[in-house]
């Protein structure tokens, strides 16, 4: 057992990041012009006003989404919508901070609506790891997790998407991928040893925790066409809305029979309705501004629910049992294997990419397959420019292999900080309760 | 008891369902010219941008507002969260496709965001049917039953839209009034027999259930604004937002002022303040567009608040007790009745339509009534063109009395369809309760 | 004990304040021009188009957010969402007409979507308010509070913004300082006599309620950024969303770690994430579109998260002890400090303003800085046109102290009007509970 003063040091250490993160808001950040009075005449652009609802969503999605989705621990209510709070609300100041470093102009960061944007959906990205871990680490633990994932995230992002030219415009390889193979990485290394390999004492749901939940995946479910379409632009955005909302609705169908069909007694499981119901979102995630039909994010619905239903059911506890990988809130079946089937269907899609197709598109979509703009001295891009459509395929799987291995060797080196240095770390017998690090009321429910 | 087998069997028809579902798309749908690449230099337009936000408003209706007002009963949370789910999401692409085939271009549906739109609209006529027959009826009986029911809907729609003429933006007569005498309807075939006719074993709320039900009252109260003024355009669009806010808030101040004077003990009803201080958005629903004044939209709201308290205290009772017709969740006093009043007031306000009045608006909003268009040879509209006041104040009722006829004879052949056909049925000591259908955590409340 | 006779005519009361509402908007009321017809061939403006999605979180906020952030009371829940429900349902209908009062055109009030943004707006105060009393009260004596309030706070919020020019975009000194104060003067006059002044028997929280509470955090959270920024424009609307989100993030993350450091153990306690984390949001509001700058943003949260989390823990319990003042949910550590805080910021910021810094937007959001219009005959401005910045900085602080002022003895004389007039008051054995005004079920939670 540690001592309270571990506690406090940690916390200590944490207002000491907060305070430097002020000072580098102070040192690094402006308000970029859309966020700065206009000298009289000039007049008023707004591509912000369009863009602020699907902003607000995203927020929803992140607070309350992932919030309550990870309240259906029984005893982990507090920790679930608290930590989720306070991570976010720590990762997207430094998220602002580590992105604008890879974009700054004059050695300043301009601040706009954009950024805090992308500091959302940044935030993602430790919330998924997270899942994986629920209710086995520390909150210091977490935030020390996150910081440093910020900042390979946003490493991996920039050779994806900046180097490889790669599309993905939901983020389901940058975020979800990365965010769940990070996660489970770090899950590898605080492993138990092999004799406390059985569930906690306190894992599981009861019945007004797993309703709770319920608020996360609903949330999760009506915003996530916003979350998938925030990033995209004119009619590739309605698109990609389109899409995303075809696929949730036909992995949703999928995920309920699936369910039925392969759970104790043909009955259905919260677990699967709660997770694989989101699952059509994530795959169709890198593909959604693309020209897959409404037939195609369908299927692309349907392969997702079955995946992830079947993942629940039959391969997480075969890597509990064999890898002794914990995944508490099943995010290689949310996250993982669907960001990997997104990732694919795009190499899929890159292949059918014409010029005549696409017309306008091309160039934002896929700017590495239209010709050199006349000055191209600023962007340099790997392969060139008028990449063919097959070799843009292969960029879509250099981009999801890299994140994996970024994200498992760097979930690996992470972990092994958390366990190996003079951290607080859980014992099995506080796993998954709020009373270790909350006041929690006696009063019994009455 | 039904074998297991029986339920797999429904399960795998549904997955047929589904596939057929996919199969129909890539046939028919293809994306719209406002979700398709623009050529170079073609100009954006940009109607769905604005209709964005107030679609995914409608979205929180469907699947947290229903969902979770059906929470109320203690022991069927996960049914009413997770059918309310599975059923939309079954539906939106159904009627995609059914509503699609009556505005078919080239033998194609053209999918954009109105589609959508209309599919969340769509979706839920078979959800408020579900709350009359809440915790009676199996998962596989729901859908089959949403099914047929969204083809009539769409049908009855077309007919009182198109062929009538009727103006109805918030949907109260083809959506509420359907979907709750349709469902009546079906409850009245799946009424227990006599000696059975108490009240279930389960149903009733306990503490928990019902703060549960308040997250959906509440946010369908926040959003029905949205709902009712989705499709309207222009100023018509601010006005309707303006009516529905008026007409809800003195439903609600109206609700709990009449729930405690004929309580028992003059002490607040919970199920009065979660369903008949909605009744002012029903109630409003047909007219919210028109020009009813800020005065009339509140008066609407308090009748519509009166009636329905009045109708759970006095009038549920007595249809259970005479005709055998439950109605777990009252639809007949949050969505009937306010339904019918809608369609009441709109008659009254159609007399009083002047060319005068609603000058730009009255081809949008009455196109019967407005002069012939140079080339009409592609509408053809009962009655003709140019149709005085009273003519559409006779088409309003019409289009009501028509909803009601299809919607009972459409209910009563559906109701007895999942009554003598080889469908599992409930017995009794099955109802309210999630036991049958889910993995339901043994966990006390600790 | 009083007769339910004083309860039936108190909602007789109300049944008659809600008629004469109608009246009042029948003789009052008009829509305004954007939501009237247009002529034909006369153009569409749509101001109201960029607002509504703002509009619709700020609906959330208050009926959601401030619904649910007060069910944390393990047994007053249904009172918590219902009171909010109904309170803010009758405040939206008079608040239209108060603040109408004070700009009508021609004897008549223009309807329009700002007009239930302010309304909207103006719920909050008494809800504020009520956070003081919660539990306390009967329904009749809160919405009587709440009828008197309204007035106080249209009349101080028209002195404070037009008579002394005073920037409060996000409402921080009008809306939260105002209700905070306001609430705690009403409850210095509810005090129970010394010998009654422990904690209630149902006071406090259990397992459930508490994160029932954290979805009114969390939507609050979310959408605090549409509060500030939705009566701002331009691109200053966008600062305001900025800076409120970071001051947001900073006093979240500073919130939990002050929480663990001085609460017992350095275990979280749930009453500061639930509401100091909020804090930032208050402190931001009167400066959050002010060129703070985001180092600025994220000063104040932080030293709104100290002050909230400090004022929780070691001054309220001095509050009630020496001046016998209960504070149910602490508005005077989530609103009244932080909004004081936010009135001297805006001082302090006011100091700063130039022409040359601010451009177009200086008479925008200091009118009284700017040059005299030509025609100035309609404005009459305490002080005159061509203020200098530190005047401005005073009358800043005139507004915050005018504002206190006028919340404290309109408070007290409310107070004492609740206290000594026949209106039927609660017992001490009464507080905190449901039962005495609902019907709640027997059901034990099975």
């Known amino acids: 057992m540690h001592s309270p003063g571990t506690k406090v040091t940690g916390f200590i250490v944490l207002m000491i990041v907060q305070i430097i993160l002020l000072a580098l808001f102070w040192l690094f950040v402006r308000y970029g012009d859309e966020a700065l009075p206009l000298a009289e005449g000039e007049e008023l652009g707004e591509p912000h006003v369009s863009k602020y609802p699907h902003f607000q969503d995203v927020q929803v999605m992140i607070y309350i989404g992932f919030g309550f989705l990870m309240t259906f621990l029984r005893k982990y209510g507090y920790s679930a919508t608290g930590y989720t709070l306070f991570l976010a609300a720590l990762v997207v100041q430094w998220s602002i901070l580590v992105k604008g470093f890879f974009h700054m102009e004059d050695g300043k960061i301009s601040l706009i609506l954009e950024n805090i944007v992308d500091a959302d959906i940044a935030a993602a990205v430790p919330l998924i790891s997270m899942g994986a871990l629920l209710g086995r680490t520390t909150p210091i633990q977490l935030l020390f997790m996150a910081i440093v994932e910020i900042v390979l995230f946003a490493a991996n992002e920039y050779v994806a998407l900046n180097i490889f030219s790669a599309c993905d ?3 389901s390889i940058t975020v979800h991928a990365f965010g769940a193979y990070f996660g ?69 169908v999928t995920t309920f029979i699936v369910s039925a069909l392969v759970s104790h007694e043909n009955k259905l499981d919260m ?7 989101l699952a059509g979102g994530v795959a169709i995630g890198t593909v959604c501004n693309l020209l897959v039909g409404a037939h195609g994010a369908i299927l692309i619905g349907i392969i997702a629910g079955c995946i992830s239903v079947l993942g629940y059911s039959y391969l997480s506890p075969r890597i509990t049992a064999v890898l002794g990988i914990h995944d508490t809130c099943g995010v290689h079946n949310l996250h993982g294997m ?16 014409t010029k005549e197709k696409y017309k306008s598109e091309l160039i934002q979509i896929f700017p590495a397959m239209a010709a050199a703009p006349e000055n191209s001295n600023s962007t340099i891009i790997l392969g060139g420019y008028e990449r063919t459509a097959t070799a843009q395929a292969g960029f879509q799987l250099c981009a999801i292999a890299v994140t994996l291995l970024v994200a498992i060797v760097g979930g690996i080196i992470t972990g092994a900080i958390l ?21 929690v009321p006696d009063h019994k429910e009455d």
């Open 169 to 171: 415009v939901g983020g």
């Open 184 to 252: 489970l990485a770090v899950s590898l290394m605080l492993r138990p040893s092999k004799e406390q390999n059985e569930a906690g004492k306190y894992e599981g749901a009861n019945y007004t925790s797993d309703i709770f939940a319920m608020i996360g995946t609903l949330f999760l479910y009506v915003y996530w066409p916003s979350f998938n379409s925030v990033l995209a632009d004119g009619n590739a955005r309605e698109r990609a809305i389109l899409n995303t909302y075809l696929s949730l609705a036909a992995a949703t």
């Open 271 to 277: 677990v699967h309705v709660q997770n694989s119901t």
């Open 338 to 353: 669907p960001a990997v089937l997104s990732a694919i269907a795009s190499a899929i899609f890159a292949c059918l990419v």
């Open 419 to 439: 366990k190996y240095t003079g951290m607080r770390k859980l014992q099995k017998d506080e796993h998954h309760q709020d009373e270790l690090h909350w006041e």
